[in-house]
């Protein structure tokens, strides 16, 4: 057969463009757009519905240590089935280095608990936790040039946390070696002085996860890591975004010529404060940092997605199970919200909460839809043009939607490992029905026809926005 695969009578959409088209894909790869296509083993017909990249999520936590006593609720068995479901066909968790413990030695017990176990195509980035010498000098370099080209540093969190002169040294080494920082912009120092006035008043419950990471704590910390790249001169993606005023320090960089990747989260758009305040201590379950805002703060994100100011929408996928004592009802957090998990579900639903609330509503086009969801996660990550485009010589990852479907969202409906969606009861319109993995029909009809052994790793590039400098010796 001259092709593998057809899919047939859709709407193809791109991060630039919109059209009606034939989809012909051989051995993995998109080899023709449109024109005659009579010889196929298989096709699809895509009648009603539009034709789109499948979703990259470069922002999930997976399988990753969550403290002593707490477990994760995804492996990467569940959470690429829920990525998949949700119409992605990639996700990039973070290899975590735990202090003292040598980047290599976690990457391999990673990629161990991720071989066979995945329904996407994965690739890691890299969490870096102990920068020491031999990590700086010696590790690192060599990891970005096996294709690990992104590692995200955190000013939030005890056991996590870089102090200035740390950042600034993990950000020479990707000033050097042309990989790509993401950050995690909060003040520590300040969330622990709040900590300890909330404590001292006895203010434990959920809400106060909230009160004690506030707005300015995030937008300080934004201002001091664009202005710490600036110093380092690399390039710099600033994950979950949660506010206008931290936008607005995104917007003074750019505006300074500071190349600033702005990312936001579905739970920015649909979540805010008050969800916090659950009885019986059901606000556990939106304990995230930084936490949900106000809905001025969600005019201000949907404004940020509409106006370019946002690159990327991830999901931030960070699930624990709420009535568990591995997860957010822990022996500890069940009495204070310092000792709940940070972290909601959201892989499955992310892509569900942008085209209903996004395009269907018209606050954006599906182009745009595109570029935040798979093409700009392509190009920000050294994935682009082999993934997040419909285009002849790309991998033939498609995911097909029904922009008429409407469900109401239930956990039940679910295929992550968690006992709870913070999204319960929300009513969205378009959905992903079909999906197709590197020629493989993975998901057909709602129904799951592909294994866990279909994904794989995937090593990356360097970034479209990051830059190396020329060897010592070489000519201008």
Known sequence: MRFDLVIRNGTIATASDVFAADLGIKNGVIVQIGGAMDEAAESIDAAGK???????DSHVHIAQPSGEGIVMADDFES??????????????????????RPLREALKAYHALAEGNCYTDVSFHLIVSDPSE?????????????????????????DLRLSDAQILDTMDVA????????????????????????????TVAPRAHATTRPIAVEREATHRAVSLAEVADV?????????????????????RGR??????????????????????????????SPPPRDTASQDACWDGLERGVFDLFSSDHCPFRYDDPAGKLNPKGSRNFRHIPNGIPGVELRLPILFSEGVMKGRIDLPRFVALTATNQARTYGLYPQKG???????????????????TVRHADMHDGADYTPYEGAELTGW?????LGGKIMLRDGTLTGTKADGSYRSRGRSQFATVPPKVGAGT
Request: charged share 25%; hydrophobic share 40%; aromatic share 8%.
């Open 50 to 56: 539009y034709v789109l990249p499948g979703g990259i």
């Open 79 to 100: 959470g690429t089935r829920s990525a998949l479901f949700g119409g992605n066909t990639m996700v990039l968790p973070f290899c975590l280095q735990e202090k003292g």
């Open 134 to 158: 031999a990590v700086l000098g010696q590790e690192l370099p060599a990891l970005v040039e096996d294709g690990y080209t992104s590692f995200k540093v955190f000013m939030t969190y005890e």
């Open 175 to 202: 000033r050097r070696t042309g990989a790509l920082v993401m950050v995690h912009c909060e003040n520590e120092d300040a969330i622990r002085y709040l900590i300890g006035r909330h404590e001292a008043e006895g």
């Open 235 to 255: 390039p710099l993606v600033i994950v979950h975004v949660s506010n206008r005023e931290a936008m607005e320090e995104i917007e003074r960089a750019r505006r």
């Open 259 to 288: 190349k600033v990747i702005g990312e936001t989260c579905p739970q920015y758009l649909m979540l805010t404060a008050d969800d916090l305040d659950g009885m019986d201590w059901e606000g556990a379950k939106f304990v995230c």
């Open 389 to 407: 485009t419909i285009a002849v010589g790309a991998d033939a990852d498609i995911a097909i939607w029904d922009p008429s479907l409407t469900r």
């Open 432 to 436: 992903p029905t079909t999906v197709v």
